[in-house]
């Protein structure tokens, strides 16, 4: 099977990885709007990686049997729109993006014109450390097909979730109002509980609650994540508040998150910080 991927970020290099050792002999090729700059993560891992580097989106898709879209929530359509024209007739277009609803829809229009075949994917949980594993809903009208497909190449994890092209959309993004919406709480309540020097019976009090093993461990977690990933869980939780507003429900939460994880994402120097007590410290003295 010749497999194009479009978007070689953190997403698209365990895609990349797992398809090339997964003995199904597929050939990889690859594309991302980054690969004009050499220090990009797109360009070191093309460089890295064993895929043919195409010279833009339509030369990626040239005689694909599979078309993956691994891009970030703002680029799905755009992503789309590249290569549909390109596309040979029943080509598979699998849609993993966290985009919502409406933009996935928009998207599946633009495959299935041209003869594609659009299938609607959202991934269950971060794409560690289960990579092509995680759980996947699939959904639209050839969804279903692509069963047997996406687990010959691999994907163990997916599901038959619906035969039209939103739902499982929309369980991916109101999942991350609740997920990514802890994050960016955990990461003011912290900051702000650093400077009274009470973070220790805030978490601890947290356990009356809601039970975890270690709310300390699970703090750091995921303030270290939104500081790596905040500019694109931002742009997810963008999509979200799109989700929320389309179901008339003021997107209060979703936008209020999508604003802190942009900022999370602006502290990343406070990464080499050792604890969740140096990583806050970190974040208050680069906003000071």
């Not at 690969?35 to 993560?41: A, C, K, L, Q, W």
């Amino acid at each position: 099977m010749n497999i194009a991927l479009i978007g070689l970020g953190e997403v698209g290099r365990v895609l990349a990885e797992d398809l090339a050792d997964g003995g199904t002999g597929a050939t990889l090729s690859a594309w991302d709007t980054a690969f004009g700059d050499p220090d990009s993560r797109a360009a070191r891992n093309a460089s890295e990686l064993p895929v043919r580097v195409a010279t833009d989106a339509v030369d990626a898709v040239q005689s694909a049997d599979l078309v993956i879209s691994a891009v970030t929530a703002a680029n799905d359509l755009y992503a789309a729109r590249d290569v549909a024209a390109a596309l040979t007739t029943g080509t598979w277009f699998l849609d993993l993006n966290s985009a919502s609803p409406g933009q996935k829809q928009e998207a599946a229009s633009l495959i299935d014109e041209v003869g594609g075949r659009y299938v609607e994917a959202a991934v269950l949980s971060p794409i560690h450390p289960k990579r092509i594993g995680s759980p996947i809903l699939l959904g639209g009208p050839h969804a279903s097909e692509f069963v047997e497909t996406a687990r010959s190449l691999g994907f163990s994890g997916v599901e038959f979730f619906a035969p039209t092209v939103g739902p499982a959309s929309a369980t991916k993004l109101c999942r991350s109002v609740v997920v990514k919406g802890l994050e960016a709480l955990l990461m003011e309540s912290m900051l702000t509980a650093r400077m009274w020097g009470v973070e220790k019976p805030v978490l601890d009090s947290l356990s009356n609650l809601l039970p975890a093993a270690d709310w300390a461990e699970l703090a750091e977690y995921m303030i270290r994540r939104s500081i790596e990933h905040g500019e694109r869980r931002s742009e997810e939780m963008t999509e979200a508040a799109s989700t929320v507003r389309d179901a008339d429900v003021d997107a209060l939460m979703a936008t209020a998150t999508a604003r802190r994880q942009a900022w999370a994402s602006d502290q990343r120097d406070a990464l080499g910080a050792d604890d969740l007590g140096s990583l806050l410290d970190a974040i208050r003295a680069a906003r000071t």
